[in-house]
């Protein structure tokens, strides 16, 4: 799951991103409104973490531009204000969730995973499709519940993939879920990974290349 964090704070928001790298997401990380508005009109986020007091545009505006704009992706707003109405405001304009500081990296996290679910309408952690299941809490796996080992951005591919079954995602999709801004990304990184995907799943499901889009999983026939 690719993250955008806006948050200015300069302690606090390189802790996030460390900590939310730690647990194999991809963060990239801006400090100011104004950066965040121009980044989501060009690049895939899976969801934003977003600070409210923020210089150059603050994080209502940012939320407001967002939903104004159709772009939909899920907003964690994060603000030091505990009021109710500081809350409503952030839900009215189109927030997913709330989180408060201080807070613990974990319950942010598991934030995170409930805004996924919420958006893919699961119920729980898992995604399964035949024989293979993927655990998004645990970042693991399984084939016949037997655990097959992921490095993080093959983690990341599975599920981008398996949270769109039968459907294409494009190549760009892909490389924009594993790879920050600052990843040094080989030209043919995304075929890699997928290869090396295709040799540990085998039989168990589909993984087609629809030549000059992306990549489909399907149940084997």
């Known amino acids: 799951m690719r993250i955008l964090l806006v948050e ?3 302690l606090l928001g390189d802790g996030i991103a460390t900590g939310l790298k730690e647990n194999n997401y991809t963060v990239d990380w801006l400090q100011d409104g104004l950066s965040a508005v121009k980044a989501t009109k060009h ?5 934003i973490v977003l600070d409210l007091g923020l ?30 109405e500081d809350r409503v405001a952030g839900l009215d304009a189109g927030a997913d969730d709330y989180l408060t500081k201080p807070f ?3 319950e942010l996290c598991a934030r995170l995973r409930a805004c996924q679910r919420r958006v893919n309408s699961s119920i729980n952690s898992e995604i399964m499709i035949g024989n293979v299941k993927l655990d998004t809490a645990s970042h693991k796996m399984y084939i016949n519940e037997i655990n097959m080992p992921l490095s993080r951005r093959e983690f990341s591919l599975m599920h981008k993939l398996l949270e769109n079954p039968g459907k ?54």
């Open 55 to 84: 210089p150059k545009k603050s994080g209502i505006e940012v939320l407001k531009h967002l939903r104004q704009n159709k772009i939909n992706t899920p907003v964690i707003i994060l603000t030091a204000k505990d009021t109710i």
């Open 8 to 10: 200015d704070d300069q």
């Open 168 to 221: 294409v995602v494009s190549r760009d999709i892909l490389s924009q879920s594993i790879y920050g801004w600052g990843d040094d990304v080989d030209s043919n990184a995304i075929e890699v990974h997928i290869h090396n995907l295709r040799k540990k799943i085998g039989n168990s499901i589909m993984l087609r290349t629809i030549r000059g889009v992306g990549y489909i999983i399907e149940e084997s026939e």
């Open 104 to 106: 613990e990296l974990q």
């Open 43 to 47: 690049e895939h986020f899976d969801i």
